[in-house]
T-cell receptor, first 113, second 115 residues
Framework: AQKITQTQPGMFVQEKEAVTLDCTYD???????LFWYKQPSSGEMIFLIY??????QNATEGRYSLNFQKARKSANLVISASQLGDSAMYFC??????????FGTGTRLLVSP | EAEVAQSPRYKITEKSQAVAFWCDPI?????LYWYRQILGQGPELLVQ????????DSQLPKDRFSAERLKGVDSTLKIQPAELGDSAMYLC?????????????FGQGTRLTVV
């Protein structure tokens, strides 16, 4: 069975600093995809970044990068130069084979001025 | 910009009443998901469609929940009768392909309160 674990219920960071949100996963499948989504207080889920299990390079999208360590089964999200608008819930998710997208419990990020 | 449409945005219903949510995925997206998100938790998959067929409904409480996607386009999720524990955000998502690496796009959700 697939499982995503996010051990940080909440994180605090100062504006312009970098922050790392942790995510570990468990699957017996060789082919899988890892995703990070942002959920502001308004409720919609916003796609941030994707990493495929066979991708050799870590994914990057603007200020977001994914630190993929396959042997450790971790897929941490790094946000560089945090902004006030980054305050939100962040969810790590995984899909395998039949595209079933399983989510972790989330990390609430608060960016302070 | 194409987006997943959901209605209503908010719904308040009394316990034991019936309630229905509607979702219109992005045009051309074959895969459609319904998720339930209880406050403070991550989304939990209720049902996944590929075109009009159900791929996974293992977590759908079938005694009270039903979902359909008759023409393989829009979808309806129904709860009858609603219970207090059903209060949650119901999220619909769609994706283009049926593979591990395809991004899912989410609608704004329906926030259900059962009183």
């Amino acid at each position: 069975a697939q499982k995503i674990t996010q051990t940080q219920p909440g994180m605090f960071v100062q504006e312009k600093e970098a922050v790392t949100l942790d995510c570990t996963y468990d699957t017996s499948d060789q082919s899988y995809g890892l995703f990070w989504y942002k959920q502001p207080s308004s409720g919609e889920m916003i796609f941030l970044i994707y990493q495929g299990s066979y991708d050799e390079q870590n994914a990057t999208e603007g200020r977001y990068s994914l630190n993929f360590q396959k042997a450790r089964k971790s897929a941490n999200l790094v946000i560089s130069a945090s902004q006030l608008g980054d305050s939100a819930m962040y969810f790590c998710a995984m899909s395998t084979g039949f595209q079933k997208l399983v989510f972790g419990t989330g990390t609430r990020l608060l960016v302070s001025p | 910009e194409a987006e997943v449409a959901q209605s209503p945005r908010y719904k308040i219903t009394e316990k034991s009443q019936a309630v229905a949510f509607w979702c219109d995925p992005i045009s051309g997206h074959a895969t459609l998901y319904w998720y339930r998100q209880i406050l403070g938790q991550g989304p939990e998959l209720l049902v996944q469609f590929q075109d009009e067929s159900v791929v996974d409904d293992s977590q759908l409480p079938k005694d009270r929940f039903s979902a359909e996607r008759l023409k393989g386009v829009d979808s309806t999720l129904k709860i009858q009768p609603a219970e207090l524990g059903d209060s949650a955000m119901y999220l619909c998502a769609s994706s283009l392909a049926y593979s591990a690496g395809t991004e899912a796009f989410f609608g704004q959700g329906t926030r259900l309160t059962v009183v």
